[in-house]
């Protein structure tokens, strides 16, 4: 170890109880040896049985038709899911004007994030409405078996596969972490199944005998694969691996404007590859909290002075990150365009 390690050794070990899921990052989650040992093994099975705790207090929340579908499947679909006048003006504020913005480009893919602060939201009602939607909130926390408040923002999804021939690394089935967490989209134009829709592999939310021991066995060598995003902790999955744990294959989500699906993204989900050049436009939520709190209060992002404040304080952070240590942010500002121009990254 170098004297820097020496320094973060101790962040190490805090991350073993909070959401850290890199054993390339984390050289104590990417030990062969402990994990060999269980501790991979450990962490999921602990965190799964939190979720399933939390989620018996928070059942409450939701519809009980639409959460018996989601406990079986892992995700919730509601069609028109808006009244059809606030859904035209969702759709006039959102393409009608340019808004503060950043862009992060995978493969072949440029994913576009619209920042929405309170200054945006204020001159925007419907766009306003939408993001703070009840029942779209707490579907969002049952999926992510957590209270608070997710994070938000306009997301466009640009793929340009004959301008860039690259893979998008987004379009392997993969879980997003350990552990239950959610990502909810409302779609703002009809999504085909030749449009790269969302994908996801119903079921696969729960955890089996068979899902932890494929967690297992991925865990012992994911520090040395050279899937970059399987190292870091997003693990990969292959088709043939699917069918081996008794999984269907993946099904595409093409839907009409108007839906929003809420899932839970411990699943096997992905993004569809294109042949063709597409842009998906949607409201776009995600919910990440420390998997291993047995409550589902005491939320910061909750804070009145935070509340929809959490991507752009975020973003602020990243940026200060980048300037003071050199940890470079993903996500490029880009200034204020107009939502569905081309890439800019």
Same mark, same amino acid.
């Given at each position: 170890?170098?004297?820097?390690?020496?320094?973060?050794?101790?962040?190490?070990?805090?991350?073993?109880?909070?959401?850290?899921?890199?054993?390339?990052?984390?050289?104590?989650?990417?030990?062969?040896?402990?994990?060999?040992?269980?501790?991979?093994?450990?962490?999921?099975?602990?965190?799964?049985?939190?979720?399933?705790?939390?989620?018996?207090?928070?059942?409450?929340?939701?519809?009980?038709?639409?959460?018996?579908?989601?406990?079986?499947?892992?995700?919730?679909?509601?069609?028109?899911?808006?009244?059809?006048?606030?859904?035209?003006?969702?759709?006039?504020?959102?393409?009608?004007?340019?808004?503060?913005?950043?862009?992060?480009?995978?493969?072949?893919?440029?994913?576009?994030?619209?920042? *929405? /602060?309170?200054? !945006?939201?204020?001159?925007? %009602?419907?766009?306003?409405?939408? $993001?703070? =939607?009840?029942? #779209?909130?707490?579907?969002?926390?049952?999926?992510?078996?957590?209270?608070?408040?997710?994070?938000?923002?306009?997301?466009?999804?640009?793929?340009?596969?004959?301008?860039?021939?690259?893979?998008?690394?987004?379009?392997?089935?993969?879980?997003?972490?350990?552990?239950?967490?959610?990502?909810?989209?409302?779609?703002?134009?009809?999504?085909?199944?030749?449009?790269?829709?969302?994908?996801?592999?119903?079921?696969?939310?729960?955890?089996?005998?068979?899902?932890?021991?494929?967690?297992?066995?991925?865990?012992?060598?994911?520090?040395?694969?050279?899937?970059?995003?399987?190292?870091?902790?997003?693990?990969?999955?292959?088709?043939?691996?699917?069918?081996?744990?008794? *999984? /269907?294959?993946? !099904?595409?989500?093409?839907? %009409?404007?108007?839906?929003?699906? $809420?899932? =839970?993204?411990? #699943?096997?989900?992905?993004?569809?590859?294109?042949?063709?050049?597409?842009?998906?436009?949607?409201?776009?939520?995600?919910?990440?909290?420390?998997?291993?709190?047995?409550?589902?209060?005491?939320?910061?992002?909750?804070?009145?002075?935070?509340?929809?404040?959490?991507?752009?304080?975020?973003?602020?952070?990243?940026?200060?990150?980048?300037?003071?240590?050199?940890?470079?942010?993903?996500?490029?500002?880009?200034?204020?365009?107009?939502?569905?121009?081309?890439?800019?990254?």
């Amino acid at each position: 170890m170098t004297p820097l390690s020496y320094l973060k050794a101790p962040f190490w070990v805090l991350g073993l109880a909070g959401t850290d899921k890199s054993p390339r990052k984390n050289p104590i989650l990417g030990s062969a040896r402990l994990n060999e040992w269980g501790l991979h093994r450990k962490r999921v099975a602990t965190a799964a049985a939190l979720a399933a705790s939390r989620r018996r207090r928070l059942a409450g929340l939701v519809d009980p038709e639409q959460r018996a579908f989601f406990d079986e499947n892992g995700y919730f679909l509601v069609k028109d899911f808006l009244p059809e006048a606030v859904y035209r003006q969702l759709k006039e504020e959102a393409f009608g004007q340019p808004l503060p913005t950043r862009e992060m480009r995978q493969g072949q893919a440029v994913t576009r994030m619209t920042l *929405l /602060p309170p200054e !945006v939201l204020r001159r925007n %009602p419907a766009l306003a409405q939408a $993001v703070r =939607d009840p029942r #779209a909130l707490n579907m969002i926390r049952y999926a992510a078996s957590q209270g608070g408040q997710p994070l938000n923002f306009l997301q466009t999804v640009l793929v340009e596969p004959k301008k860039v021939q690259k893979k998008d690394p987004q379009s392997d089935a993969h879980a997003d972490t350990f552990h239950a967490t959610s990502k909810a989209w409302l779609f703002l134009q009809d999504v085909g199944e030749e449009d790269g829709p969302f994908f996801f592999v119903p079921g696969s939310h729960r955890l089996n005998k068979e899902r932890l021991e494929w967690e297992y066995e991925c865990s012992l060598t994911a520090a040395k694969d050279k899937r970059s995003h399987h190292a870091s902790g997003s693990f990969r999955i292959r088709p043939d691996e699917l069918s081996a744990l008794g *999984l /269907p294959q993946p !099904v595409k989500m093409a839907v %009409p404007e108007n839906t929003l699906i $809420v899932a =839970d993204t411990f #699943a096997f989900h992905g993004r569809t590859p294109s042949a063709k050049p597409t842009i998906r436009s949607e409201v776009h939520w995600h919910m990440r909290r420390n998997p291993f709190l047995p409550w589902t209060g005491a939320d910061v992002m909750s804070l009145p002075i935070v509340r929809d404040r959490g991507m752009p304080m975020l973003m602020d952070l990243a940026d200060v990150g980048e300037k003071t240590i050199g940890m470079r942010n993903v996500w490029r500002p880009v200034g204020e365009v107009m939502v569905r121009s081309q890439a800019h990254v």
